[in-house]
């Protein structure tokens, strides 16, 4: 048990940094949606980079082991958490707490998923043909308030064996920090953990000091984010980007699907989690002739979600942000509005702003397609113009396995699903089409 870890404080509301595999002292907090979260300083990031350049390194079978384990107890963060969270961040009750079971449920089956780097050992992952090999140091920003995604990078790294310091999120703060001090408990070296209040006016300059000064990056956020961040941060040749974006994930349904399921698998999609996720549904392309029907049945099902307290165990929708409203508000523009009761969908027109950009709420631009028009080739388009030229997710909805795996050989996505809604993610698959912490490490040919 590690020895430097006083206890959550009352109501666990206070977050903590983790530098040198100890809880830190709080110098200087700043309060965030209910949150008192330390402040960074400039001290705290040249400790956190000596930390990371002077870490023990972790034997990788033992990291495999732990986390495993953890995954099995389900028990680093508690129903208590969870409730706290959920009132916190607005995010539904039930929502977090399958999102956490789906974490667990990985993080017990981890020593399965890196078997296809190799046998995990002190030194990396070795295959029949050379070593796959940590240890470079890294830095992570971690953007939003998924409970889930701080915990899922924070184990990529730890699988990887780099020398983490990340930079957590304001907006859900805890689930990161509780799974670290789990961890900890079980002796692993584990990542350094800090809050850079974003306000203030160094903010971007302790970012860009962190990213300039490790060998690689992985960040977290939407395109103007990570424009910002790598714009104001200098590095070297030699250090490897990784940049998750936001989504303008979709739906393109075909005609020969049934519009009820359809609807159904679209509404999931731009709903669940208040359409918070990078793979939320943001635009769906259905035939002309399908439309009636389909809007039909999707306002039906929307109005039969259940509104609500955001921790009650029945509420389908959470709280939503006046801010990202605010905003999808000004990018209607020509889009005529079909249905706005929380969910908001729209027909929107090629050139129309909420089928081409990524909005912070549960819209879904619909695109009608003739039967003279190509769906892929429209959603292809509605993509093309955005960072990376391509989209997250897309669901393919159609009863006719051929027809998904021609569409699904056309799409510019990293991940196409069929007849699924865009946010049924399983951890086991790649993001963005990348597998984390396999990026994170590099392969040494072993010539026998």
């Not at 910002?228 to 250090?239: F, K, L, N, Q």
């Not at 389908?316 to 006046?322: F, P």
């Not at 909420?354 to 769906?375: F, S």
Request: charged share 25%.
């Amino acid at each position: 048990m590690n020895q430097m870890m006083p206890p959550v404080a009352a109501g666990r509301h206070d977050i903590a940094a983790i530098i040198g595999n100890r809880v830190q002292p709080v110098r200087d907090s700043f309060d965030f949606d209910g949150w008192t979260i330390p402040a960074a300083t400039s001290r705290d990031i040249a400790m956190a980079l000596k930390s990371a350049r002077n870490r023990p390194a972790n034997d990788l079978s033992r990291v495999v082991e732990v986390l495993a384990q953890v995954g099995r107890d389900a028990d680093w963060i508690t129903d208590a958490d969870m409730d706290l969270i959920s009132a916190r961040v607005g995010c539904t009750r039930s929502y977090l707490g399958e999102s956490m079971a789906r974490l667990n449920a990985w993080l017990a089956e981890i020593p399965a998923f890196v078997a296809r780097l190799g046998t995990p050992g002190p030194d990396g992952y070795r295959t029949d043909t050379g070593l796959w090999r940590g240890g470079l140091s890294t830095t992570l920003v971690l953007a939003g308030d998924a409970s889930a995604l701080g915990p899922l990078a924070l184990s990529h790294m730890l699988l990887s064996g780099s020398r983490t310091i990340a930079k957590g999120s304001k907006y859900e703060p805890l689930a990161p920090t509780l799974f670290l001090r789990r961890l900890m408990e079980y002796g692993l070296q584990v990542p350094d953990l800090l809050y850079i209040d974003t306000a203030a006016e160094d903010a971007t300059t302790l970012t860009a000091r962190l990213i300039g000064n490790t060998a690689q990056s992985v960040i977290y956020g939407a395109d103007a984010t990570l424009q910002t961040i790598y714009g104001s941060a200098e590095v070297a040749m030699t250090h490897k980007k990784i940049a998750f974006l936001s989504g303008r994930s979709g739906a393109v349904v075909l005609d020969d699907a049934d519009p009820e399921t359809a609807a159904r698998i679209v509404l999931k999609g731009v709903a669940e989690d208040r359409g918070n996720r990078c793979y939320s549904t943001k635009k769906v392309f259905v035939p002309q002739a399908m439309m009636p029907a389909f809007l039909g049945h999707l306002t039906r099902q929307a109005d039969a979600l259940t509104r609500g307290a955001p921790e009650h165990p029945a509420t389908d929708i959470g709280r939503l942000a006046s801010d990202g409203r605010r905003v999808t508000d000004m990018k209607i523009g020509g889009s005529k509005v079909l249905y706005d009761t929380d969910i908001l969908v729209v027909e929107a027109g090629d050139d129309d702003a909420l089928l081409l950009e990524e909005m912070p709420y549960p819209v879904c631009a619909v695109r009608p397609y003739g039967d003279d028009e190509d769906p892929v080739a429209l959603f292809n388009r509605s993509s093309q113009e955005r960072q990376g030229h391509t989209a997250l997710a897309v669901s393919v909805i159609t009863q006719d396995a051929a027809l998904f795996e021609t569409a699904a050989r056309s799409l510019n996505a990293t991940k196409v699903l069929h007849s699924k809604p865009t946010i049924d993610i399983d951890h086991h698959t790649s993001h963005q089409g990348l597998y984390l912490f396999r990026e994170l490490m590099r392969f040494k040919e072993i010539c026998a």
